[in-house]
T-cell receptor, first 113, second 113 residues
Framework: DQQVKQNSPSLSVQEGRISILNCDYTNSMFDYFLWYKKYPAEGPTFLIS?????DKNEDGRFTVFLNKSAKHLSLHIVPSQPGDSAVYFC????????????FGKGTRLSVIA | DSGVTQTPKHLITATGQRVTLRCSPR?????VYWYQQSLDQGLQFLIQ???????AKGNILERFSAQQFPDLHSELNLSSLELGDSALYFCASSVSGAGYEQYFGPGTRLTVT
């Protein structure tokens, strides 16, 4: 049973527009969420994170929004650039205790010039 | 470059064989994590070591084992290989055992024929 779901396997966006990647989770005990970006032939790279005490975290062009009641988070990229084309993974974990990250299956973002 | 190294980059072997994947964490990181990414799947957590000791275990098969050595490098041993073991195997490291932000290596692509 998938605890972290990324229901869109792929997304295509025009350069300069906003990219919105979505992630849903089922375990209400998750308290910390991360986004990773992965280019082909490379390992995932940490992008941005958010804890459950916040509903928004921003880092440059990247903003993550968390809606705890809906068990939903999203990653906004504004403006989108061709170099953002990659697979984006959403991950979640419990804030306390020694628990591993639980990853979604990823969304492939293509930014078209 | 995340600072995490993995060898080999590619491995092709036959069913029933045994292989060893190697990972060197970032300098100063005490935790090592192993993940498996099969086709169209997210990253599945296998096992975590912290400063030489097993810290957390995921869905790791009994045919698989790992260890972390005094110099903190880690090895993942896969035995009695089956076709379904073909996957990308990633190693990640973090400073602490909590592992909020993990840094991933480039992965080892294992193909079992």
């Amino acid at each position: 049973d998938q605890q972290v779901k990324q229901n869109s396997p792929s997304l295509s966006v025009q350069e300069g527009r906003i990219s919105i990647l979505n992630c849903d989770y089922t375990n209400s005990m998750f308290d910390y969420f991360l986004w990773y970006k992965k280019y082909p032939a490379e390992g995932p790279t940490f992008l941005i994170s958010i804890s459950s005490i916040k509903d928004k975290n921003e880092d440059g062009r990247f903003t993550v929004f968390l809606n705890k009641s809906a068990k939903h988070l999203s990653l906004h990229i504004v403006p989108s650039q061709p170099g953002d084309s990659a697979v984006y993974f959403c991950a979640a974990r419990l804030l306390s205790g020694n628990t591993p990250l639980v990853f979604g299956k990823g969304t492939r973002l293509s930014v078209i010039a | 470059d995340s600072g995490v190294t993995q060898t080999p980059k590619h491995l092709i072997t036959a069913t029933g064989q045994r292989v060893t994947l190697r990972c060197s964490p970032r300098s100063g990181d005490l935790s090592v994590y192993w993940y498996q990414q099969s086709l169209d799947q997210g990253l599945q957590f296998l096992i975590q070591y912290y400063n030489g000791e097993e810290r957390a275990k995921g869905n790791i098969l009994e045919r698989f084992s790992a260890q972390q050595f005094p110099d903190l490098h880690s090895e993942l041993n896969l035995s009695s290989l089956e076709l379904g073991d073909s996957a990308l195997y990633f190693c990640a490291s973090s400073v602490s055992g909590a592992g909020y932000e993990q840094y991933f290596g480039p992965g080892t692509r294992l193909t079992v024929t």
